[in-house]
């Protein structure tokens, strides 16, 4: 099993940055692919960014292309958003993920964080 734990989120005004972090244990980092998601109240969870563990390939919803990028170091089992120019609609719960494939999918991820909040005003 994965355990994964977000941080960094917090409240930001439009056009602000924050980043995120997402500490994986439990397994091999690497076994996964990873994917950044998000949950704004009354909406379905929508996939944000994943990236390819090994290869390091990334794959963005068009919602944020360009403003957030999604990162990782493999040495600290780490998974990392950042986020720029934030909007008033990217306000969400953020979540990151681990499954067995790249995909922007929610079903297709085995293994979630808790969460954490993002405000835009």
């Known amino acids: 099993h994965v355990q994964l734990v977000e941080s960094g989120g917090g409240s930001v005004q439009a056009g602000g940055s924050l980043r995120l972090s997402c500490a994986a244990s439990?397994?091999?980092?690497?076994?996964?692919?990873m994917a950044w998601f998000r949950q704004a109240p009354g909406k379905e969870r929508e996939g944000v960014a994943a990236?390819?563990?090994?290869?390091?390939?990334?794959y963005y919803a068009d919602s944020v292309k360009g403003r957030f990028t999604i990162s990782q170091d493999n040495a600290k089992n780490t998974l990392y958003l950042q986020m720029n120019s934030l909007k008033p609609e990217d306000a969400a719960m953020y979540y990151c993920?681990?499954?067995?494939?790249?995909?922007?999918?929610?079903?297709?991820?085995?293994?979630w964080g808790q969460g954490t909040q993002v405000t835009v005003s």
């Open positions: 993920a681990a499954g067995p494939s790249l995909s922007l999918i929610p079903t297709r991820y085995m293994y």
């Open positions: 439990g397994a091999t980092y690497s076994s996964y692919r």
């Open positions: 990236i390819h563990t090994v290869s390091g390939s990334t």
